[in-house]
């Protein structure tokens, strides 16, 4: 006859390997969705673009934002960091990246949104270089599972570009 502490310790190391099987099929189950979100960015006005006196260029917008990010969620995700980042290109870097926006995501009922707002974050150039200069938007997410390894993605949008002159 087993002692109680034998049992115990059967039972517990069978439970903990049962467990650690389903967070494994847990995790492996996120490699067969195939998700496919949206994003659209609108900037609707600049609302001041300016010199810094330290020579820095600066630019608050106020944007529309409107994403369907609900194929990212499924029984395993816990929740989206997303944000929206401005990228170009100057002769000092070859890739410039400025967040704008963020926000969290908690579950698939909030992952269909359109959000009216100014730039969070300050939109500052380290220099003078952002005059007619182009730029993309790009919304970046990562997604947080319950159990397994984060991924992240983004979708670039293109075609933008900053007025010639200081406002």
């Known amino acids: 006859m087993h002692s109680f502490a034998y049992r115990f310790n059967a039972l517990l190391t069978f439970a903990v390997t049962i467990l650690a099987l ?12 195939f998700p496919s979100p949206t994003s659209q960015v609108q900037v609707l006005n600049i609302n001041w673009f300016q010199k810094q006196p330290n020579g820095n260029d600066e630019v608050s917008m106020t944007l529309n934002i409107s994403a369907d990010l609900q194929s990212l969620f499924t029984w395993n995700t816990k929740q989206v960091f997303v944000f929206l980042a401005a ?22 009922e909030h992952a269909k949104f359109s959000i009216h707002t100014s730039n969070k974050y300050r939109f500052v150039d380290q220099g003078n270089n952002l005059r007619g200069k182009e730029f993309n938007f790009t919304l970046h997410w990562h997604v947080m599972p319950k159990t397994g390894k984060m991924f992240a993605d983004k979708i670039t949008m293109p075609g933008y570009r900053l007025p010639q002159e200081y406002r």
């Open 22 to 33: 389903m967070c494994a099929m847990a995790s492996v189950s996120d490699n067969f969705n």
């Open 87 to 108: 990228e170009y290109e100057t002769p000092k870097n070859a890739l410039n990246q400025i967040s704008l926006w963020d926000g969290i995501i908690p579950s698939k």
